[in-house]
């Protein structure tokens, strides 16, 4: 392939790439609004449903942090007991 057949060949694949993104985009923009289109009791019922999925992720999230936090108190203290006895070693020899 030849220098001006790559350079044709590169710009048309970026070209359609670019068309391809922008079409993408423009449709994800002009898409209609369906909660416009629900009854007020149908929307509140959605709302309700999504918040408590919002609220169940949130526990197990707390939990895992709790764990986490646990974990790294653990190895805190760990690394504490570590160093004190290093002092106490060196203050020793002193």
């Not at 646990?70 to 203050?91: D, F, H, M």
Request: charged share 45%; net charge positive; aromatic share 4%.
């Amino acid at each position: 392939m030849t220098d001006a057949e790559l350079d044709a060949s590169v710009k048309s694949d970026a070209g359609s790439f670019f068309k391809k993104l922008k079409a993408e985009s423009e449709a994800k923009n002009n898409r209609e609004k369906p909660y416009l289109l629900l009854r007020p009791e149908d929307l509140r019922q959605r709302v309700e449903a999504q918040q408590k999925k919002r609220h169940e992720a949130q526990k197990e999230l707390s939990s895992l942090l709790d764990y986490d936090h646990t974990l790294k108190k653990s190895i805190e203290e760990e690394k504490k007991k570590e160093e004190r006895a290093c002092k106490v070693v060196a203050v020793g020899k002193s």
